[in-house]
């Protein structure tokens, strides 16, 4: 069974750091992409930052390039977001995904997607 | 900037009755498009992939349809625990788009 656990969220202050890590079971985590999806609450689903198997790959939406940073430990089936210079509007649920392929790219006539979800960590970016 | 619009933002249905989900993107988006379910408290939850593929223990009375720029997400017999919150979700370029989401509430 795919596990995929968050934490490290929080409170910090606008302006501040916070890294998030999600810890992965019940898949080889080396052969898949991952993903951060994120929520505002009663809002709608945001990606944030997309990593390949090997970490070859990032990609970054526009509202959080520059001061996230997306990584991986294969040898810890970890996944990571280094968040720094948060802002209010950072403010959310972070979910991690496993995505289906190894690649972040369409391949095989299909395209990736979120194929698993973790249960999520609150960030909370206020004075 | 590829854009997805759900309709109708709130779907008011009995259980037992038929839903039918609506997603358009602002161009096309070939079969490349996903749809997830959200319950409240929840992570989402993958359905459909690839327009119209069920994913692993979906039930079969989900169905997803469309390509290009029309797409439909069925439920075709409402259960109770089928009431929740529905985004579609597509991919071009590196980016991922969702929708605004469709709630489904019971009526």
Request: charged share 15%; aromatic share 12%; proline share 4%.
């Amino acid at each position: 069974e795919v596990q995929l656990l968050e934490s490290g969220g929080g409170l910090v202050q606008p302006g501040g750091s916070l890294r998030l890590s999600c810890t992965a079971s019940g898949f080889i985590f080396s052969s898949y992409a991952m993903s951060w999806v994120r929520q505002a609450r009663g809002k709608g689903l945001e990606w944030v930052s997309v990593i390949s198997d090997g970490a070859g790959t990032t990609h970054y939406a526009d509202s959080v390039k520059g001061r996230f940073t997306i990584s991986r430990d294969n040898s810890k089936s970890t996944l990571y977001l280094q968040m720094n210079s948060l802002r209010a509007e950072d403010t959310a649920v972070y979910f991690c995904a496993k995505m289906p392929f190894s690649s972040v790219y369409c391949s095989g006539g299909s395209c990736p997607y979120f194929h698993y979800w973790g249960q999520g960590t609150l960030v909370t970016v206020s004075s | 900037e590829i854009v997805l619009t759900q309709s109708p933002a709130t779907l008011s249905l009995s259980p037992g009755e038929r839903a039918t989900l609506s997603c358009r993107a602002s161009q096309s988006v070939s079969r490349y498009l996903a749809w997830y379910q959200q319950k409240p408290g929840q992570a989402p939850r993958l359905l459909i992939s690839g327009a119209s593929n069920r994913a692993t223990g979906i039930p079969a009375r989900f169905s997803g349809s469309g390509s290009g720029t029309d797409f439909t997400l069925t439920i075709s017999s409402l259960e109770p625990e089928d009431f929740a919150v529905y985004y579609c979700q597509q991919r071009s370029d590196w980016r991922y788009t969702f929708g605004q989401g469709t709630k489904l509430e019971i009526k």
